[in-house]
């Protein structure tokens, strides 16, 4: 069964970095896009960004553009998210997510808080 396991949340002061992890199961990894999502209590679930099966394309929310990262490497089946500048309003949880060839993002992880103090 296909997995997708987060780490790398935790607290960190304004102005900080976090490098978020995502690792896969299976051998179909590079087949797919991957998205992170973050959710902030109270508010909906905001894409903050995609990337590419190769890697060689991305796409980043207005809030997090120019501060944060995505990359793949599709040999160790793992998408980071390189977090810098971390502002308290990136509070929230954070997701990866598996886009099918629908457009559809059809398996989540179980998500990684990640505090941002003032």
């Known amino acids: 069964q296909v997995q997708l396991v987060e780490s790398g949340g935790g607290l960190v002061q304004a102005g900080g970095s976090l490098r978020l992890s995502c690792a896969a199961s299976?051998?179909?990894?590079?087949?797919?896009?991957m998205g992170w999502f973050r959710q902030a209590p109270g508010k909906e679930r905001e894409n903050v960004g995609v990337?590419?099966?190769?890697?060689?394309?991305?796409y980043y929310a207005d809030s997090v553009k120019g501060r944060f990262t995505i990359s793949r490497d599709n040999v160790k089946n793992t998408v980071y998210l390189q977090m810098n500048s971390l502002k308290p309003e990136d509070t929230a949880v954070y997701y990866c997510?598996?886009?099918?060839?629908?457009?559809?993002?059809?398996?989540w992880g179980q998500g990684t808080q990640v505090t941002v103090s003032s």
């Open positions: 997510a598996r886009e099918d060839q629908t457009g559809i993002y059809d398996l």
């Open positions: 299976g051998r179909t990894f590079s087949s797919y896009r």
């Open positions: 990337i590419s099966r190769s890697g060689g394309s991305t």
